[in-house]
Nanobody, 116 residues
Framework: QVQLVESGGGLVQPGGSLRLSCAASRSIFGLNAMSWYRQAPGKQRELVAS???????NYLDSVKGRFTISRDNAKNTVYLQMNSLKPDDTADYYCNFVRFGRQHYWGQGTQVTVSS
């Protein structure tokens, strides 16, 4: 099946930046949306950002103005540019692709730690 491979996580200081990438192993016909989720210890998974096939974007309120989701359709890749990182951004980040409005593909997760 399709595999999503994530990269770009790591340890950064508050105020720093990271750029996450998520690349599908092959093109996905009928892809509707690409999203980034995160889950911190002791918290439920939350939707961080999404981008639809039409290019519209949505963001979690707490990351608006700091995070930017983008995509490269030719490379089957979605990115999450994270700026002005805060300790509360510390979490495991997972990319998610949806096709036909209902079929989901998940990345393996990449850890983001924001700490001084």
């Amino acid at each position: 099946q399709v595999q999503l491979v994530e990269s770009g996580g790591g340890l950064v200081q508050p105020g720093g930046s990271l750029r996450l990438s998520c690349a599908a192993s092959r093109s996905i016909f009928g892809l509707n949306a690409m999203s980034w989720y995160r889950q911190a210890p002791g918290k439920q998974r939350e939707l961080v950002a999404s981008i639809t096939s039409g290019g519209s974007t949505n963001y979690l309120d707490s990351v608006k103005g700091r995070f930017t989701i983008s995509r490269d359709n030719a490379k089957n890749t979605v990115y999450l540019q994270m700026n002005s990182l805060k300790p509360d951004d510390t979490a495991d980040y997972y990319c998610n692709f949806v096709r036909f409005g209902r079929q989901h593909y998940w990345g393996q997760g990449t850890q983001v730690t924001v700490s001084s």
